[in-house]
């Protein structure tokens, strides 16, 4: 299986992604994650992309999909993944229909989790205070959101044209969000 997690900045795609991959026993890939450890670890890729992720902005797209096709060239993403903040506009979308297509595999379905601005927000200043998360103050969640709105939000309507997207209410407990998921994908045993 290979699903697509879409929605804004403190939606919980990372929090539903890394369930779903537990449930499911297939790895959760997150661009933003493999973002980090690169600027972790002070590669050259990293020292760029930290740059742009303290504005908030969208790190290069020829970056993103390097690392990105490195990852999936692992054994862990044989038989299926989950991508969490990948893509984040049309022509990421398009890269990343020519990385499955140049395999036979295409993507099964991307889950649009839905919430407000005003919620996600709110949890992202929750984090900003527990786990300090460089890109978490208000003035650079206030451009991740825009950054949304103005770059992904329109790849709700590249997936919807092509039938693979379902929506996901985002704003309830953890739990019901992950019930929701596992429904819409008619895993076993969804209630
Ligand atoms: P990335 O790491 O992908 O961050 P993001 O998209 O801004 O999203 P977050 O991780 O903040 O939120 P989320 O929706 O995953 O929610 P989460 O589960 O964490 O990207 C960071 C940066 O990297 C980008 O700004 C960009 O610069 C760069 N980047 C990454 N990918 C890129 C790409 N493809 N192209 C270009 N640049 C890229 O939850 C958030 C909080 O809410 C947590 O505290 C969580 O515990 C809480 N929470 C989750 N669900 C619930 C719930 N149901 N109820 C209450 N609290 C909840």
């Known amino acids: 299986m290979i699903v697509v997690f879409l929605g804004p900045p403190g939606s919980g795609k990372g929090t539903q992604a890394a369930r ?4 499911l026993g297939i790895s959760a890939i997150s661009t933003g994650d493999l ?3 690169a600027v972790a670890r002070g590669t050259a890729l990293g020292e760029k992309a930290r740059v742009v992720m303290e ?7 020829e970056l993103v999909e390097g690392v990105l ?3 999936l060239t692992e054994a862990d993403c044989r038989d299926g993944f989950l991508l969490d903040g990948y893509p ?8 990343l229909d020519a990385i499955l297509g140049s395999t036979g595999r295409g993507l099964d379905r991307v889950i649009n989790i839905l919430v407000s601005e005003k919620v996600a927000v709110a949890r992202l200043a929750g984090r900003a205070r527990s786990e300090r998360r460089a890109d978490d103050d208000p003035e650079t969640v206030r451009e991740r959101q ?8 329109r790849l709700v309507e590249y997936y919807r044209s092509r039938g693979l997207i379902v929506d996901i209410p ?5 739990d019901e969000v992950s019930s929701a998921i596992e429904n819409a994908l008619k895993l ?3 209630a």
């Open 188 to 190: 076993p045993g969804a």
């Open 69 to 71: 096709r490195e990852r």
């Open 35 to 37: 973002l980090r450890q």
């Open 20 to 23: 779903l991959s537990a449930r």
């Open 146 to 153: 825009r950054v949304y709105r103005e770059k992904t939000s």
């Open 170 to 174: 985002g704003e309830g407990t953890v």
């Open 55 to 61: 504005r908030g902005e969208l790190v290069p797209d």
């Open 88 to 95: 984040r506009n049309v022509a990421q979308a398009e890269a």
